[in-house]
């Protein structure tokens, strides 16, 4: 039976992406004593994500690839910008590397990556972590059910059995 809208979907995917040369790289692994659980069709996954999902059944199993364009951009070499150090004021400056938890003017929360430090800026990079790569999915659908009207109400599934979460 094919998956449907307002429907609570567990599966465990094994994902990896692409680096600089092309070359595919582990990034993340659930499983069936761990998996992922979410309501399906309401827009809480990659829109092609859910479309490659679509026609399976529990037990279910497939591979699929996502391009940039249909997961999380490709990268805009504009989303780089320069926080004044007077951001810091009061701790220490952030280390090359650093993800910084960052929110604009309307609220929205997001990630930057530090890229330089120097004495006048902390240069980040505002481009999603996995812009510009493909996404290499290996999915097996573990359950599905109807969401409760809980989940419903608060436009998230609450675990396999409806009653995890919060």
């Known amino acids: 039976m094919a998956l449907e809208k307002n429907n609570v979907v567990t599966l465990k995917y094994v994902l990896h992406t692409n680096d600089e040369n092309g070359e595919k790289v582990f990034v993340e692994e659930t499983s069936a ?23 399976l059944a529990v037990g279910d199993k497939t591979s699929f690839e996502i391009a940039p364009s249909e997961g999380y951009g490709e990268r805009n070499p504009e989303a780089i910008t320069q926080l004044p150090v007077d951001m810091f004021q009061g701790q220490e400056l952030p280390p090359v590397g650093a993800v910084l938890p960052l929110s604009d003017n309307q609220g929205n929360n997001f990630q930057a990556v530090v890229l330089e430090v120097t004495s006048e800026a902390v240069i980040v990079d505002l481009n999603h972590p996995m812009a510009g790569r493909s996404l290499f999915f290996d999915v097996e659908i573990l359950n599905t059910r109807p969401a409760t009207e809980e989940e419903l109400a608060h436009g998230h599934a609450h675990g396999v059995d409806g009653h995890s979460g919060h």
């Open 33 to 55: 004593e761990n998996p992922m659980t979410f309501l399906y069709g309401v827009g809480m996954m990659i829109p092609k994500f859910e479309d490659e999902i679509q026609n």
